[in-house]
């Protein structure tokens, strides 16, 4: 899914967080949005992920004006996954319920957890898993439909180095399946693993390396 971004601009209250934001995210890319706290990186995510309203611009969909969008929620249930710092996964529910909630296809639970090393702690409940661990299975919570395109604002803040780098590992596969990806972080090793990393500095898009 072509995602396409023309004069993002935000405000919370009197406060600019965006300054004319213009980007393009090409389908199947592995994006990384990255800059200092109050550098504009989770706001610009928030918006392009449909999560919240530009006060100025638009964002377009494939060419689909996204204002144009029918019904928001089947729209985010078929094409977008969504992975946040904290796991927001459901207490008294197992990883394994917590992620068969977003399933379409359970069969393809057991892989997928296999895939982030956490199969062993499918019928564990959140509290009794590490930080670490409950933010894997956020992970595959999001990745469970195989979205156009998953959203994930620091989704390695719980995790240690050798965890981080292994889910930047599984992004970096599920993109060359034809997965997208837009990651906001302060981590500076994603951009060993990202095609595209957008930096921003004041609410606006300092530079765009390409890989």
Not at 14 to 29: N, T
Not at 83 to 90: G, N, P, R, S
Not at 169 to 196: C, M, N, P, W
């Amino acid at each position: 899914m072509k995602i396409e971004a023309f004069g993002l601009e935000h405000f919370y209250g009197h406060e600019q967080v965006l300054r004319g934001v213009d980007i393009v995210i090409e389908p199947g890319s592995f994006t990384a949005i990255i800059g200092e706290s109050g550098s504009g990186k989770t706001t610009l995510l928030s918006i392009l992920s449909t999560l919240l309203h530009p006060t100025q611009g638009r964002v377009l969909f494939d060419n689909k004006i996204l204002d144009d969008v029918g019904n928001i929620d089947i729209f985010r249930r078929r094409n977008i996954g969504f992975v946040f710092q904290f796991h927001y996964l459901i207490s008294y529910l197992t990883l394994r319920e917590n992620v068969a909630l977003a399933a379409l296809d359970e069969t393809l639970i057991t892989p997928l957890l296999e895939s982030l090393g956490i199969e062993r702690l499918a019928k564990r409940y959140s509290d009794e898993v590490s930080g670490g661990e409950r933010q894997r299975a956020a992970i595959a919570r999001a990745l469970i439909n195989r979205p156009s395109v998953v959203f994930a604002d620091e989704p390695t803040g719980n995790l240690d180095t050798k965890n981080a780098l292994g889910v930047y590992e599984l992004f970096r596969r599920f993109a060359e399946q034809g997965t997208g990806f837009v990651v906001a972080s302060h981590d500076k090793k994603i951009a060993d693993y990202a095609d595209t990393i957008i930096e921003m500095e004041d609410g606006i898009v300092k530079q765009i390396f390409k890989r």
